[in-house]
């Protein structure tokens, strides 16, 4: 069986380097995007630029904390419109390699070409994640970092190596010294939290982990989270790139700042979300069929659930209902970490 080959596309600071394409002017200074851009007031850090990042400003961290930290930046208001509209041909432009695409929020994808028979999938792999670097720059005036492995975990990994506008590429061999030396929290499903219990025991690296027996692991994280660590630890991951695009399709998704089993926050966020979608289909005068819940957890696994209807409808109350439905039937053990809402089989409406 032929080896997997899977790209992750990670654009470069994106919110801040979309403000930065608008205000050119900007270039090379801290720059700091959250809230309505007033750091005396409340809100958070939503991106900041690499500038910016040297004083110790992260995303998340509260705006007047980060005017402490770098109190020569420029801060600015979110921009969510701008945002996604420079999202939409980001993904518009990574579709046009194969319908194997991923989207992870706005900013970020997984890749896996489809491939003939006999041709070189890897080479192809590498000539199509240089080809969507020199696209970005040249058409949508931004950069990205891509990674390269053979698999999703290891995707990832590798475009986080060479930051920004980095290109890095993990081949199998490669995976024990790639991940030896790495901290702990570099691995996927691993925030602070577990970063610090792992810590209390003495685990400080990907490596550790991985030298680290599996019932050591399953007694102290218990039976799923320790044996996720064991397989991610070790390159191990056998997770599919799940497409939630669809031509004819209207959708949306948010990654949450930190990984929620708030089921309240989780419903809130639906429909919020459907009512976006909802109110996207009637502007372009379409009504829709299916209606479709994608979630993905805190270990990254991803599945979707989905529910059509007799008859088309736009309906906010129809779709709505039926999203709550079918996000009821999600088994909540594990902490979420995206949620998104989709409507698809359109049809445009009758005049």
């Given at each position: ?288 069929r299916t209606v479709t819940v994608k979630i993905r957890y805190s270990d990254f696994q991803t599945i979707t659930r989905s529910h059509t209807f ?23 053990l594990k902490k979420v970490r995206l949620v998104g809402a989709k409507v698809a089989n359109l049809e445009k409406r009758k005049k």
């Amino acid at each position: 069986m032929e080896k997997r080959v899977v790209i992750h596309v990670d654009m470069d600071a994106f919110f801040a380097s979309v403000e930065l394409k608008k205000r050119p002017e900007l270039k090379g200074k801290p720059l700091i995007v959250g809230g309505g851009g007033d750091p005396a007031k409340r809100g958070v850090v939503s991106a900041a630029s690499y500038e910016a990042r040297k004083f110790g400003v992260r995303s998340g961290m509260p705006l007047r904390t980060s005017y402490r930290l770098c109190p020569g930046a420029v801060f600015l208001p979110v921009d969510f419109e701008a945002y996604e509209k420079e999202s939409e041909m980001f993904m518009e432009l990574l579709r046009g390699y194969t319908d194997l695409v991923e989207s992870f929020g706005l900013d970020e994808a997984f890749l896996e070409l489809r491939v003939k028979e006999g041709e070189d999938r890897f080479k192809r792999s590498l000539d199509c994640a240089r080809d969507v670097k020199k696209r970005v720059r040249e058409e949508l005036g931004l950069t990205c970092s891509v990674g390269i492995g053979p698999n999703k975990l290891l995707a990832k990994l590798a475009s986080e190596m060479k930051k920004p506008d980095g290109f890095f590429v993990i081949k199998e061999k490669d995976v024990p010294g790639v991940l030896r030396n790495l901290p702990a929290r570099k691995l996927w499903g691993v925030g602070p939290k577990t970063e610090k219990r792992l810590d209390s025991l003495g685990i400080r690296t990907i490596g550790e982990i991985a030298k680290t027996p599996l019932q050591h692991l399953v007694s102290n994280f218990g039976e799923s989270f320790g044996r996720m660590l064991h397989e991610y630890s070790r390159g191990a991951d056998l997770s599919p790139v799940v497409p939630f695009y669809e031509p004819g399709s209207f959708s949306r998704e948010v990654t949450f700042e930190e990984d929620t089993n708030d089921i309240y926050f989780i419903k809130e966020t639906l429909y919020e979300l459907t009512k976006d979608v909802t109110e996207r289909l009637k502007e372009g005068g379409y009504m829709g069929r299916t209606v479709t819940v994608k979630i993905r957890y805190s270990d990254f696994q991803t599945i979707t659930r989905s529910h059509t209807f007799g008859e088309k409808t736009d309906s906010l109350n129809d779709i709505r209902a039926v999203a709550l439905l079918l996000l009821n039937k999600v088994d909540f053990l594990k902490k979420v970490r995206l949620v998104g809402a989709k409507v698809a089989n359109l049809e445009k409406r009758k005049k």
